[in-house]
Structure formats: C-alpha cells, structure tokens
C-alpha cells in the first residue's frame, strides 16, 4: 500500500509569482486535505476535496485554489505569492470527510523571496 | 467559533513516568477528536481517535486518551514514558455540524529525560 506522496519537497519562489504543489493520496482514499503549517505552529485547514469537489474551507483567499483528480491526486495552486506564504504545505488524505484519522505526506516546504 | 487549547507549550517528564498532554476544546454538536504526533523531519501520525462510544480510547505507542464532555477534554496519557515518546503532539477536533474543517491546537513539546 503506497502511502501519501507530495511534490517538491522543497521550492523558493519570488513574491508575485504563482506555484502548483502536487499530492497522491493514500490508495482507496477519497478525501484528499491541505494544510498551511508555520513553523512552530499547528497546521491551519486551507481546504478539503472529496470526490473532485471542494466541500470545505478555511481562512485563506482565492487565491489558494485546488482541484482533485479521477484517481483522487491534488494539487494546491497558489497566485500572487506572498512573504507570508512561507511555510509547510501538507497533504492528507482519509477514507471519509469527517469521522475517519488522515494519513500525511511529508510535505512541501515553500519559500517566497 | 470552533477551538482547540493545548495549554502547555512544553511537558517534561522523566523516563518510566506517567505523561499527561492536555487538550480541551469548543465545537458545535458532538465532536470527532484526533491526537497526531510529529517527529522532527518526519510527517504527522495518526495516534487515535474519539469518535464515539467508550470514553477511554487505546492508540498506537501505548498512548490513550480520556473523553471528557462535561469538561470538553481529550487528555493524552501513557503509563510509562519512553525516551523515544519525545516529539511534538498534536490535537485536533472536528464538529459534526463543521463545513469539515479539522481544527488544531498549536501543538505541545514533549521531552522526556532519561
């Protein structure tokens, strides 16, 4: 059984620009979550898809959008990158949206300059 | 509004003690509460689970967790600590009622001494 997987695992980026982060999720999983963690921090809920659609949100703009694929890999788009952005992006992906634990990827360590 | 409290940024214990993390937390309905751990380079684990039923919930490493709604806790408990329990504990509620959204707490320290 392969586990959840991210990509990159690290990128730098430039204020301004935009970046797309990549997620496979735990085979049989539907769920797939995203995660902003500072460091130091508790990971903060950016949002969650379940079969290709997003049924939920957190504190962050438009300017984070997603979208789930048919075998239910991910991706995290970011616009207009800020300072702020600067953070551990993680995946996590259940069986259920709600009652069931998530399993983690290692995550993605994102840079703005 | 939905929260999670992990009042102590750092618990110290010494090796073979018990340990005691807390968490309380405030959520609309009946919550789903979660305890994950993180270990340095590595990512977050799945510890347990309340979902429903018996208060008292067994985990992975030896770890359980106390339900508590009178108080809206979910302490983490072991025995007996080992060294290798050091690493930073996570806890995490979901309310049936959310659009979701998994909760954290900012996270606690756990360090135990030999």
């Known amino acids: 059984e392969t586990g959840v997987t991210q990509s990159p695992t690290h990128l730098i980026k430039t204020r301004g620009q935009q970046v797309t982060l990549r997620c496979s999720s735990q085979s049989g999983h539907n769920t797939v979550s995203w995660y902003q963690q500072a460091l130091g921090q508790g990971p903060q809920f950016i949002f969650q898809y379940y079969r290709e659609e997003e049924n939920g949100r957190g504190n962050f703009p438009p300017r984070f959008s997603g979208l789930q694929f048919p075998n239910y890999s991910s991706e995290l788009n970011v616009n207009a990158l800020e300072l702020d952005d600067s953070a551990l992006y993680l995946c996590?992906?259940?069986?259920?949206?709600?009652?069931?634990?998530?399993?983690f990827g290692p995550g993605t360590r994102l840079t703005v300059t | 509004a939905q929260s999670v409290a992990q009042p102590e940024d750092q618990v110290n214990v010494a090796e073979g003690n018990p340990l005691t993390v807390k968490c309380t937390y405030s959520?609309?309905?009946?919550?789903?509460l979660f305890w994950y751990v993180q270990y340095p380079n590595r990512g977050l684990q799945f510890l347990l689970k309340y979902i429903t039923g018996d208060n008292l919930v067994k985990g992975s490493y030896g770890f359980e967790a106390e339900f508590n709604k009178s108080q809206t806790s979910f302490h983490l408990k072991k025995p007996s600590a080992l060294v290798s329990d050091s690493a930073l504990y996570f806890c995490?509620?979901?309310?049936?009622?959310?659009?979701?959204?998994?909760?954290w707490g900012a996270g606690t320290k756990l360090i135990i001494k030999p």
């Open positions: 959520v609309s309905g009946n919550p789903y």
């Open positions: 996590a992906s259940s069986l259920s949206r709600r009652r069931d634990e998530q399993y």
């Open positions: 995490a509620v979901r309310g049936m009622d959310s659009n979701y959204q998994l909760i």
